[in-house]
């Protein structure tokens, strides 16, 4: 290890120091510097926002924030369930309370904040409880297991998230706040009763105005608490929400600069009083304020590592908009700016429908003609519109009241073109409107699964989803790309609709197709679509004469095209079983006809550099050993993959070998709008990788599961579980329900998981559809499907049998000779195609042997 | 040796007709591949009728022979064959690739007489 590195260490692996690890790598700063972090947590960073979620369907693993191996592929150092004891800021040292010392150069304190139990007697009973981490969640429902009543106490943001959480535990729930209305910081008095009111209706009991004097207990266990006005409530158990104060006990003990009432002072930098200690996160006190929210904190995070990378125009922090919106116990609820008009002269504008139960208030400017805040409950739709004319202070119409009405001229006043590039459209993971438009610009983006995935936004607490839409239809139309699907120039028609229209008209011809429903000639784009679709339609032989023009190269020579207009050759190796038998005739044919051999990653073996003359010479010799056809030309079924399961697997508990061979036999040929992988694992250890296929199948104890809908390649996407523990005869007939629905219906070229993407409804929808038969077309679906399995023909076989189907591989038409123009060397013992440069030398011998007498 | 700057023949040109093969060699739609002299010539045949085109079999692109294998169609009524590696597309009557103006195939004349095709060229080659 080269002692010229610096030394970082960051204390908190929280939400905001694992984002400062992350930015810092994405800076270069390996290079210079050693990464260590302190992680008090038994568990490396997680998503905080989302940790409701663990009580509804998230684990802690789909919480967690941190790609697999950064830590390790990266040299981070990470010391999980350590926690920072001591600072030597005289000697730049560390203490852990594990006893670990360490020197920094820079330090990082991104300890976050802990929640504030209020002084009350009794406050540490047992069945009392905070709401901060995993730990906490899951002693809340340990204990609501055996409880009927929960309280929270606190009314505000995180405490109406945590009785939400409460009851979908199944107690009888009540939130006790201190302050006269709910959600104090953010809203005003009506907008608090129309809160309460939705709240209410929800059956959570909210009582408001109340001082906890008391916490009784008895025999151990929590029954009751005692209120100032002399009331009292009974219940099991209280989980406190009565806000957060920061972690600053660390820098208090070493002297570092707090506020009156605590947190870690920073400048714009975000340095400490200490230049060599910086402090990020809510544990951190800028200008008087801590900011409770991860979207300051992430910004904290980009200016630190500016400032510690020493980057030229280093980002400074200037302060965080707070505006928030929500959906509490499933009421929206929004407020930004100024929302209480402190401003002088702000006037402020309401609606209020106590019939729908909204609220609605903006605050102006004196003049009113420009925003400057304001609160939304009940329906917070106007929000991201609203929020940009704020933040971007665009001119507000005449009667701004419209803005606020259902479907208002909010849009008119704020159209995507007067937004400003440097408008930041997310402000969750800070992404600009200037950004978002160069993704869709520079990548070619039209949809908005993509945009999300490659921008960052909307993938926090989505709440700037409809604008980033909203900017991604406008640029679409701006670039002319309208988005219309049909298939080309000459059908009208999206994939879909032409499939519907050749099923019902019973169409069997391209030519019959284009008369009625096309124009022109076709091209390179439809009459493959459309020869896929005769094919799954009709099952007809690939290679008769109204079908042959249509296939690409690789389905009229059936096999696959190499750069130098050679062929590969892969017979079908169903499940990836072969007899060693088998095995040396595939050894013995590429040794006759010199072919590059390799394994796949299908589990077959492929013969490159067949010339399109030979390729019925070494099918006929296949077919005679009993191979056939391995599509791997086609858009078609590749492979199906797998282990060999609880046949020779200790682990295994079903036998997946035997499963994948009879699933491949069954859909083999099957031609769809895109290749279709699949595989079989005998045990939840996936060794088949069956969750990266277009369907995959793990064994279970009980049976199989399904999954759909996964990809490996250029977008990997895991598969969706779509049924479990099926017998084998209802896990057939889901596949081919599942198979054919995709068919019917996906786009050209459109991969299992593209099609998913756009599926409106979602793993929902397809379940419906697939299990529940909620479209009525199950039966038809499985009848397509039969009609596959029955009318199935090894295209290779029925080709070598033809002579004027063999007639066609000649290279020449005129002549039996063979490409001549073909060269090759030889690398670790195989031939491979000789580069551009390697040619010239070889073609100086080579062109007067092929050069006839003129 | 650049093939592709083999040059078109224009049927001025032509000194000989060279048969080639009967037209029922040549599924509608498609095309096949033939030597003419040193030259590898890609023949097309348009639907069933007795339409036939001529170029290089040469793709500039992937720079191989493969041009006979490609698909036929038409880009706003341009005749047209798409490479069958990397899919740029030729105009069938003038060779000009429709994706890169830079580039261009040789065409050849080419005709049926008594249900056999014919290839033009400017050179006198024996069969
Ligand atoms: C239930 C809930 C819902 C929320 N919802 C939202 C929301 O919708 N929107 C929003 O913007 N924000 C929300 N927040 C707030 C958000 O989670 C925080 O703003 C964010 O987590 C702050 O990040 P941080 O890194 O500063 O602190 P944290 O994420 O708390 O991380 C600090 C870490 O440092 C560790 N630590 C402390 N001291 C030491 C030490 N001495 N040594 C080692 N480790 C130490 C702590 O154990 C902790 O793991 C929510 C929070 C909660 C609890
Ligand atoms: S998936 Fe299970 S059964 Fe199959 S090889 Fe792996 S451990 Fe064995
Ligand atoms: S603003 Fe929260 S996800 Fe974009």
Redesign the pocket.
């Known amino acids: 290890m080269p002692s010229s590195k610096q030394t970082l260490i960051v204390?908190?692996?929280?939400?905001?120091?694992?984002?400062l690890l992350e930015l810092m790598v994405a800076k270069g700063a390996l290079e210079h510097w050693n990464l260590i972090t302190?992680?008090?947590?038994p568990r490396v960073?997680y998503?905080?926002?989302?940790?409701?979620e663990y009580f509804v369907d998230k684990t802690a693993a789909d919480l967690t924030l941190v790609t697999p191996g950064f830590y390790q592929d990266n040299g981070i150092r990470i010391?999980v369930g350590?926690?920072?004891?001591e600072i030597d800021r005289g000697q730049q040292r560390v203490k852990?309370?594990n006893g670990v010392e360490i020197a920094y150069d820079r330090l990082v304190?991104?300890?976050?904040?802990?929640?504030f139990v209020p002084p009350i007697k009794g406050n540490d009973a047992t069945g009392t409880f905070v709401?901060?981490?995993i730990e906490d969640l899951d002693a809340i429902k340990a204990y609501a297991a055996q409880s009927q009543v929960g309280v929270v106490v606190g009314g505000g943001?995180?405490g109406l998230?945590?009785a939400n959480a409460l009851k979908s535990l199944g107690l009888e729930t009540h939130v006790v706040e201190f302050a006269p209305r709910l959600m104090p910081v953010q809203l005003d008095e009506a907008a608090g009763e129309v809160l309460k009111e939705k709240i209410e209706a929800l059956e959570v009991q909210v009582h408001t105005s109340k001082a906890t004097t008391d916490i009784v207990s008895d025999g151990g266990r929590l029954v009751s608490m005692q209120f100032a006005d002399e009331t009292s409530l009974q219940t099991d158990m209280i989980v406190f929400s009565a806000g957060?104060r920061p972690?600053d006990?660390?820098a208090r003990d070493c002297g570092l600069q707090l506020g009156d009432r605590g947190g870690i002072v920073i400048d714009d930098a975000c340095q400490t009083s200490d230049p060599n200690i910086y402090a990020?996160?809510?544990?951190?006190l800028y200008q008087g304020r801590i900011?409770?929210?991860?979207?300051?904190?992430y910004h904290m995070a980009e200016v630190a590592s500016d400032q510690l990378l020493e980057v030229a125009a280093a980002q400074q922090f200037v302060g965080a908009d707070m505006s928030?919106k929500?959906k509490l116990l499933g009421v929206d609820v929004a407020s930004f700016g100024d929302n209480f008009a402190k401003t002088t002269g702000a006037k402020e504008l309401t609606v209020a429908d106590t019939v729908a139960g909204t609220y609605k208030k903006l605050v102006v400017n004196a003049d009113g003609d420009r925003l400057l805040g304001g609160i939304l409950v009940g329906d917070a739709e106007a929000y991201g519109t609203l929020l940009q004319l704020m933040q971007n202070q665009i001119a507000l119409p005449d009667n701004p009241l419209g803005l606020l009405l259902p479907a208002g001229d909010g849009a008119a006043a704020l159209t995507m073109d007067n937004l400003p590039d440097t408008a930041q459209v997310c402000s969750?993971n800070n992404v600009t409107k200037g950004q978002l438009c160069e993704a869709i610009q520079a990548d070619g983006i039209t949809d908005l699964p993509t945009l999300k995935k490659c921008t960052t936004a909307g993938t926090?607490?989505g709440g700037c989803v409809p604008l980033v839409k909203d900017i991604l239809k406008t640029e679409l139309k701006k670039a002319g790309i309208e988005v219309k699907n049909h298939i080309c120039e000459h059908f009208p028609y999206s994939r879909q609709e032409l499939y519907h229209l050749l099923r019902v008209g019973e169409i069997r011809s391209f030519d019959a197709l284009l008369a009625q429903y096309g124009s022109g000639y076709g091209c390179e784009v439809c009459k493959p679509t459309v020869a896929s679709m005769l094919a799954s339609s009709w099952n007809d032989y690939v290679l008769n004469t109204p079908h042959v023009g249509l296939q690409d190269t690789n389905d009229s020579f059936l096999a696959n095209i190499q750069k130098d207009g050679t062929y590969s050759v892969i017979p079908r190796i169903p499940g990836g079983e072969i007899t060693p038998e088998r095995l040396i005739v595939l050894g013995q044919i590429a040794q006759e006809f010199d072919l590059y051999t390799k394994i796949t990653g299908g589990q077959r073996v492929v013969l490159f550099g067949a010339r399109v003359d030979q390729l019925p010479i070494i099918w006929q010799k296949l077919v005679a050993h009993g191979f056939e056809s391995g599509h791997a030309y086609g858009k078609a079924l590749r492979t199906v993959k797998s282990c060999v399961g609880s046949t020779w697997c200790r682990f295994g508990v079903q036998d997946s070998t035997s499963l994948a061979i009879e699933v491949e036999l069954r859909y083999r040929g099957l031609r769809s709008p895109h290749k279709l992988k699949s595989a079989v694992s005998g045990c939840t250890r996936e060794c088949a990788e069956a969750q990266g296929k277009d369907f995959g199948i793990i064994a279970t104890e009980n049976g199989w599961n399904l999954y759909v809908c996964g990809n490996g390649g250029m977008k990997p996407q895991h598969a969706l579980l779509l049924a479990t523990d099926l017998d084998k005869e209802t896990l057939i007939k889901y596949l081919d329900r599942f198979l054919v629905f995709y068919i019917r219906t996906a786009d050209k070229l459109e991969r299992t998981s593209t099609w998913f993407n756009k599926l409106e409804g979602g793993l929902d929808y397809l379940k419906q559809v697939i299990i529940e038969d909620s479209l009525g077309i199950a039966h038809e679906l499985e009848a397509q499907m039969q009609h596959h399995v029955d009318t199935y023909q090894c295209e290779w076989k029925t080709t070598i049998e033809t002579p004027e189907k063999v007639q066609r591989f000649n290279h020449f038409v005129n002549t039996d000779a063979a490409d001549p123009s073909l060269a090759y060397v030889q690398e670790r013992g195989q031939k491979r195609p000789a580069t551009e440069a390697e040619r010239v030398v070889l073609n100086q011998s080579h062109d007067a042997m092929i050069t006839p007498a003129q | 040796m650049e093939r592709s700057m083999v040059q078109s023949t224009t049927t001025a040109d032509v000194k000989n007709w060279i048969t080639i093969c009967p037209l029922d060699a040549i599924a509608p739609n498609t095309g096949v591949n033939a030597l003419v002299g040193t030259q590898q010539v890609a023949i097309f045949r348009i639907g069933a009728t007795d339409e036939v085109y001529a170029t290089g079999n040469f793709d500039p692109f992937s720079k191989a022979f493969v041009m006979s294998r490609g698909i036929l169609g038409d880009r706003q009524g341009i005749l047209k064959v798409a490479s069958p590696i990397y899919k740029q597309n030729f105009n069938l009557k003038t060779g000009a690739c429709l994706d890169d103006a830079t580039v261009t195939i040789p065409v050849y004349p080419a005709r049926v007489v008594d249900g056999q095709v014919q290839v033009g060229t400017s050179c006198q080659v024996k069969q």
């Open positions: 204390v908190g692996n929280g939400m905001v120091g694992h984002r302190f992680c008090e947590e960073a998503d905080r926002v989302h940790l409701s010391y350590d926690r920072i004891v852990s309370a304190l991104a300890t976050g904040s802990y929640p709401y901060r981490t943001l995180l998230e945590c957060i972690r006990e660390l990020i996160g809510e544990c951190a900011f409770g929210l991860v979207a300051p904190g928030t929500l969750c926090g607490c």
